[in-house]
């Protein structure tokens, strides 16, 4: 699902008032190193399940002579050549994964929108954390023009504002959602 960053950002304007009612960002909580941490579990994430996609198209390629979207179609078919519990695994892997990568978006949006100066550090968090090109430090600070002090000075800034947005709206938001489906007996 595809989520237009500007609605959720409007639909969200409320939670995000209320949490910061009277606060700043570092008396709402500090989630700075919580967010290193994540950001450093969340990038070995989106390089193992790119390996691993890679790795099940090729052992697709050499089973079937044909793609993982082609054995994904025709997994109900059972075909006996291909590994379906690990296909399977897999699949489900990437599914949370998804769903993970969704909610950091929804992170980045209310970071874009909500934090002062909001776009710079989105582009920084997104160079440095969820881009599937791999950078250090050095390279997003030269790319993004800064010098060093005020790029750690703008990181530190954009893994508070990120921090918040996902544990203190995004999770709760989140989790409030599957209250109500399961509420409603959809699971």
Known sequence: MKINAREYAIKSMRDVAEKLRGRSITEAGDHEKEMKSFFRRYGEMLQNSQLGIHELDEECHEMINESLDYALTYLFDWDYRIN????????????????????VSRARILTKYYAPNGVVLEELIYRR?????????V???????????????KKKTALQYMGFFFFE???PQAVDNQKRVSEIGWI
């Open 169 to 171: 709206i995004v999770i």
């Open 129 to 137: 954390y969820c881009s599937n090109i791999v950078r250090t430090d």
């Open 84 to 103: 379906v519990p690990k296909l399977k695994k897999e699949v489900h892997r990437l599914m949370d994964l998804k769903c993970l990568c969704d909610l």
């Open 139 to 153: 390279e997003v600070w030269q790319e993004m023009g800064f010098s060093r002090s005020v790029y750690y000075e």
